[in-house]
């Protein structure tokens, strides 16, 4: 079986912030690639930009990250994760394969501070990183 190829892009959702990263064209590394913001309450902004991203990268494939409570019922970001996937399908055509998110920003923060990166740069990128573990665990996962 031949493994598939294209960029794969990986996003960490957020009701004022959505991560975004994307893979190499052979399904490696994931790199995160830009911070979406957006006001939490009209979608139509982030939706664009992300489908700009994925045309101007010729993205093949999307997961995103499943924000759901740590004692696994659905939260009110997962309510809001779905339709925005939902949504980011019907425009780009690819539909979204889901990754259990949880601990992902904090596991993003514990790296960056062991990095010594200041705190000002991590609330720039936290988002960022976060999209990229769920895409590189994904990857991984595939191999």
């Not at 493994?3 to 990986?10: H, I, L, S």
Request: some cysteine; glycine content about 6%; hydrophobic content about 35%.
């Amino acid at each position: 079986m031949v493994a598939p190829k294209g960029r794969v892009m990986g996003i960490d959702f957020g009701t004022r912030h959505i991560g975004v990263a994307l893979s190499d064209q052979l399904r490696i590394i994931a790199t995160g690639y830009e911070t979406v913001n957006w006001n939490g309450e009209d979608p139509e902004w982030a939706l664009n930009r992300i489908c700009e991203i994925i045309r101007d990268n010729e993205v093949k494939a999307i997961v995103m990250g499943k924000p759901s409570r740590t004692d696994g019922t659905k939260s009110e970001t997962e309510v809001k994760a779905e339709a925005f996937g939902a949504e980011l399908e019907a425009r780009s055509g690819i539909t979204p394969e889901w990754k259990d998110e949880r601990f992902t920003t904090v596991i993003a923060s514990r790296y960056m501070h062991e990095c010594n990166i200041k705190s000002k740069k991590q609330k720039k990128v936290i988002d960022q990183v976060a999209a990229e573990i769920i895409l590189q665990e994904y990857l991984d996962s595939k191999r």
